[in-house]
């Protein structure tokens, strides 16, 4: 009689399932993680089907399930969204499998955490050391060991010696929870009536079955305080929720304000958790211990026990496309996966994503709306310096209009924000005799001055070369200018004009880690600096009641790179920087140094007519057939060698399949035509909003001819980055 079989996913990059025979001993359902023989290794997989009709003739070249983890299965919706995931973005089943099984099986034992307790007689030699742990005791409470050297300030050596003497005991703690159950009662703020309102909706929503909502409000309006509302009634009804954050930057402040809603901190999920508190944490979620996560966007793929709400704070957010392995788009999937589970998804934004304000004027997602800040503050007032009528001086960046508003704004103690999009001194560097200029020597980019840490660097592969002395190419001395401004030479700029000013730089190549970033914000937010000089990092998410005045140095950055997203995200990035101006109190005003103060991006932001800007742009993205009113996706052929790579990269445009909905346009070289020592093209897909692009892909891939060796081809459904 032959046994029974089932076919098993492993998380490496394979689509299939493969077949495995069950042993008589073993109790297995589809979803049981479990441990196979794969080649010469053992793998953990996941129990995907039941195999009714095993090809009788392979019976014999099955091996055995190894055995079964003692760990939850996979829940049916969590296996689904496995397979949609990767039929959606054509990576194979088993990668997107992987992001669920983080769950680092291969730690071994927990170590015990031990506690200590004053139980004996003083010792016998009493020193200063010793008497702090006897007095950080003598209330004869439980602690670990570390926590007690910790807070009396001792070495571990120290209770070690109480213990041997007998004065302390020692007892096994039970582990540390990875988050305590959250409170929906603990301190409910007074909301305003337009917050009352939209909390109302939300919540009734949140005990309900698949919906989308955007909660869209101006920044400053209150939008976490009034999800939050949904999140409580979540916790209320014992369901779990999951908060999905565009960057573990935002996190670590959200966490502290979560306590101060629900009393305690929510579980994380980011990149830089530990190995052990992610076993904890993902044990923790699959058994239900969890409540709430917070999370970047891998927390989507975690094995959760009941979920019932996912929220998606700053929807917009360009981070949440993963652009490396699996790609795919958080916000996307995070609806795909509401629908599965027949859960709601709240959308959280300011200036939308232009396929959520389409989804909405559709009528497929719900608009709940904040009109105003609170407190009653009002949006800053923008204007437009035309740099073409202003000249900053030459070798400057900063207008005279500008820099009055800013010494005014400090004179009256108010913070000033000057915000310009570029990392290091200066974007690139070129010999003022014979006008070499400095380039990566594997990518097709040009070396960054990095002043601070004194070399030239590049941006895509972090090649580092020291200031040179003479030009490599007709060895002139100090013949070297620097072109452009970054942040560290803005910093120059304004020292020389604020001489008194106490100035603070943030860019995420200075900030030594979250820790010390967290503790500059809260210097920021103290009033402890005037001028503020940001990058990207200063323009999400922060509250700084001081500040009230934004120069925005370079606006028309980012306009012109031939993405089509380019004025989408101009008009976001821009509105939310302005948007850090005025929160508190006083008036706040944003000014744009722009060359084309007639851009329908500037001209948004300047009349305050976020809507203007929209109408617009979905006319031209409609007439463009670009998303949300048609699909695209990106495919990339790289390779060292730039003659193979052409002639792999024609021969596969040409097995494309013919269909009269679909265009193929290239092989063109990429705007970023080298990366890494490989050389790119990029072929682009377009077709219409309602087609199947993913299964003409695979009929594409089935088709085409493989990628061997060094040749690679990257598939990006969807595409977001264009470079
Ligand atoms: P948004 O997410 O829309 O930018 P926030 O939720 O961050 O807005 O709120 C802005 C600020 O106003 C925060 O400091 C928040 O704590 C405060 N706030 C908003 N609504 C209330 C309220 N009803 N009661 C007390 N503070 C509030
Ligand atoms: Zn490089």
Not at 219 to 238: L, N
Not at 511 to 536: K, N
Request: charged share 25%; net charge neutral.
């Amino acid at each position: 009689m032959s046994r029974r079989v089932v076919d098993v996913l492993v998380p490496v990059a394979l689509d299939r399932a493969y077949s495995y025979r069950v042993p008589k001993t073993l109790q297995l359902a589809p979803g049981d993680i479990v441990s196979v023989p794969l080649g010469a290794r053992e793998a953990t997989a996941v129990v995907w089907a039941e195999n009714p009709k095993p090809n009788p003739r392979l019976d014999n070249r099955l091996k055995d399930v190894e055995e079964k983890l003692e760990l939850p299965p996979l829940r049916p919706e969590l296996r689904n969204f496995v397979d949609w995931v990767a039929n959606y973005t054509i990576a194979s089943r088993g990668m997107v499998l992987r992001m669920c099984l983080r769950m680092g099986e291969h730690l071994g034992e927990e170590r015990e955490r031990v506690g200590v307790r004053l139980v004996g007689p003083a010792p016998q030699r009493m020193t200063a050391a010793r008497q702090r742990v006897l007095s950080l005791l003598a209330d004869k409470m439980l602690r670990s060991k570390g926590e007690a050297a910790r807070e009396a300030g001792v070495s571990a050596g120290v209770i070690d010696g109480l213990i041997d003497e007998g004065t302390l005991e020692t007892l096994v703690l039970p582990p540390e929870a990875v988050a305590e159950p959250p409170d929906p009662d603990f301190a409910q703020p007074d909301l305003t009536a337009d917050q009352s309102a939209a909390a109302a909706e939300l919540k009734a929503i949140a005990g309900g079955s698949y919906s989308v909502t955007l909660l869209d409000g101006v920044t400053g309006s209150g939008k976490t305080e009034v999800y939050f509302e949904a999140v409580a009634d979540t916790i209320r009804s014992r369901r779990q929720s999951l908060i999905l954050m565009p960057e573990i930057a935002l996190t670590a402040r959200f966490l502290d304000r979560f306590a101060a809603r629900f009393g305690v901190h929510p579980a994380e999920w980011h990149s830089e958790l530990s190995p052990r508190r992610r076993a904890r944490t993902w044990r923790a979620v699959a058994d239900g211990e969890v409540s709430v996560v917070v999370g970047a966007r891998s927390a989507l793929f975690l094995p959760y026990a009941d979920l019932g709400l996912i929220v998606v704070d700053e929807e917009h957010d360009a981070a949440y496309k993963q652009e490396d392995g699996v790609r795919y788009h958080a916000r996307d999937m995070a609806v795909v996966r509401g629908h599965i589970a027949h859960i709601p998804v709240v959308l959280s934004s300011a200036t939308p994503s232009l396929e959520t304000e389409v989804n909405v004027r559709r009528g497929r997602y719900r608009r709940l709306v904040l009109p105003e800040r609170f407190g009653g503050q009002r949006m800053p007032s923008v204007e437009a310096i035309d740099l073409r009528r202003e000249r900053p001086p030459p070798g400057r960046f900063i207008a005279p209009t500008l820099a009055g508003a800013v010494q005014t704004a400090i004179e009256r103690g108010e913070q000033a924000l000057f915000f310009l999009n570029r990392r290091g001194y200066a974007p690139l560097t070129l010999c003022r005799a014979c006008g070499f200029r400095f380039s990566c020597p594997s990518c097709d980019a040009w070396l960054v001055d990095h002043r601070f840490r004194r070399q030239l660097v590049c941006h895509h592969c972090g090649f580092a070369m020291p200031h040179p002395v003479e030009c490599p190419n007709c060895q002139a001395a100090n013949s070297f200018a620097a072109i452009g401004p970054g942040v560290e030479r803005l910093e120059e700029e304004v020292r020389a004009l604020f001489p008194q000013a106490r100035i603070l730089v943030l860019s995420s190549d200075l900030v030594a880690t979250m820790e010390r970033l967290r503790e500059e914000l809260d210097d920021v937010a103290a009033g402890r600096f005037d001028i503020v000089i940001g990058t990207q990092l200063v323009a999400k998410g922060h509250h700084f009641p001081k500040l009230n005045l934004v120069g925005i140095v370079d606006a028309d950055l980012g306009l012109n790179n031939g993405d089509p997203r380019a004025a989408e995200r101009t008009f976001q990035l821009l509105h939310q920087v302005v948007g850090r101006a005025g929160r508190d109190a006083g008036i706040g005003r944003g000014y744009l140094q722009t060359h084309q103060p007639e851009h329908p991006v500037m001209r948004a932001l300047i009349a305050q007519d976020r809507e203007a800007f929209y109408d617009a742009e979905i006319a031209a993205r409609e007439s463009a057939h670009y998303p949300p009113f048609g699909r695209l996706a990106s495919l990339v052929v790289s390779g060292p060698d730039k003659h193979d790579t052409q002639i792999f990269a024609r021969l596969f445009a040409r097995s494309a399949p013919q269909h009269d909905d679909v265009r193929v346009l290239g092989p063109a070289d990429a705007p970023l035509s080298l990366v890494r020592g490989r050389h790119r093209l990029r072929l682009l897909v377009k077709a219409p909003r309602a087609f199947d692009l993913s299964a003409y892909l695979r009929d594409w891939l089935a088709a085409a001819p493989k990628a061997k060796g060094s040749i690679k081809l990257d598939i990006d459904v969807d595409p977001q980055s264009f470079l």
